[in-house]
């Protein structure tokens, strides 16, 4: 039967072979220079003839989605598929020396986190994925915080333009990125269907405590790669004040966030979980989880 389970966990379904297909359409715009045998820096330059091609482009996948899936299948390609034109762009704007360059490693790193989380979980646990599984509406603060640091990156870039030219610091930031998100994503897959983008109040029959991999060196390390990796997305953008602004918010959320898991943890697991609680940090600054004995 855990062989039969893990099979199902493996083999990807409908949805999310159509979210891959539309991601990779969306993500072959970074292949538009070479049809049109132009610069790679397409998007710090367009002019007429590019931007006409950005419009076919868009113009022409959408439609190929409409084609091709039906509406309840179109919702997840075409939210796929803007997170792969996303990423093509990132790739456009990486290409190239403008003062754009570091801003398209962010377009990359932020549109392979939102479509990984719904990919990963249409593999573990297609039971629970949804048009939620892309993160997409997280939460108002969410976005919030992802506008701010827009305006703040496009503001310095303006009265500050060496402010973003910092390559090395740039890549820091970039290494943080890749290692809180490989982080988040080796934690979802070692938690196969344990692991649920919404903290659950009632224990379901397969659930288990997971100690292994990952979780014997934090007690939540999804939440420590989310934490590095959004802190990391403002290192990468030499955004000093959302820097901060990010680090104080996403601590108050997991630490938050922890403690109201770890009270219904110990209620699915008692004992257990408190021995695994007193053997394991957290791995997350400061963050000790919930007080509570039984």
Known sequence: MMAAAAARRGRLGREGRASLGSFLLGASVAALPLLLGSSPALLAAPGLRGRLALALHVAGVNAALL??????LYKIAVRACFLGFAFGCGVLLSA????????????????LFHYSEYLVTAINNP????LDSFLLNHSFEYNLAALSSWVEFTLEKLLFPELKQITWLSTVGLLMVIFGDCLRKAAMLTAGSNFNHIVQNEKSDTHTLVTSGVYGWFRHPSYVGWFYWSIGTQVLLCNPICVVGYALASWRFFRERIEE???????????????YKRKVPSGLPFIKGVKLEL
């Open 261 to 275: 898991e770890e009270i219904t943890l110990i209620h699915f697991f008692g004992e257990e979980y408190l021995e």
């Open 67 to 72: 084609l091709l899936y039906p509406r309840p």
């Open 127 to 130: 039971r629970s994925l949804s």
């Open 96 to 111: 190239g020396r403008s003062a754009w360059r570091h801003f398209g490693w962010y377009m990359c790193s932020l549109s």
